[in-house]
């Protein structure tokens, strides 16, 4: 499958954006999908997750109450709604995808259970 994220940009303190993942291919519904960014000098680490069926999220405890991560099944796209985001929010954000066939309801958040990974897009929060 291959990923192609989009939505990034520069924003200020507090606001709200939404990133978009286009995946290609018919097979979509079959990976669980994340999200990921890495700020500058930082290790990537992990953001959200959403199970195949869309039932089951999780996200890293900095974002919670914050981003909200969803998907389109029918449209193969998964997305990461933003809000009051700050400073620290900046970074590369990639989306992920993997493994293929893994449980219905199952979520990942570590870097090595993804195979397949979007290019990122940068999101810069100015002060």
């Known amino acids: 499958v291959q990923l192609q994220a989009s939505g990034g940009g520069l924003v200020q303190t507090g606001d709200s954006v939404r990133l978009s993942c286009a995946a290609s291919g018919r097979t979509f519904s079959t990976y669980s999908m994340g999200w990921f960014r890495q700020g500058p000098g930082k290790k990537r680490e992990f953001v959200a997750a959403?199970?195949?069926?869309?039932?089951?999220?999780y996200y890293a405890d900095s974002v919670k109450g914050r981003f909200t991560i969803s998907r389109d099944n029918a449209e193969n796209t998964v997305y990461l709604q933003m809000n009051s985001l700050k400073p620290e929010d900046t970074a590369v954000y990639s989306c992920?995808?993997?493994?293929?066939?893994?449980?219905?309801?199952?979520?990942?958040?570590?870097?090595?259970?993804?195979?397949?990974w979007g290019q990122g897009t940068q999101v810069t929060v100015s002060s």
């Open positions: 959403i199970s195949r069926s869309g039932g089951i999220t």
């Open positions: 992920a995808a993997g493994p293929q066939f893994g449980g219905y309801n199952a979520i990942y958040s570590s870097v090595s259970s993804y195979n397949y």
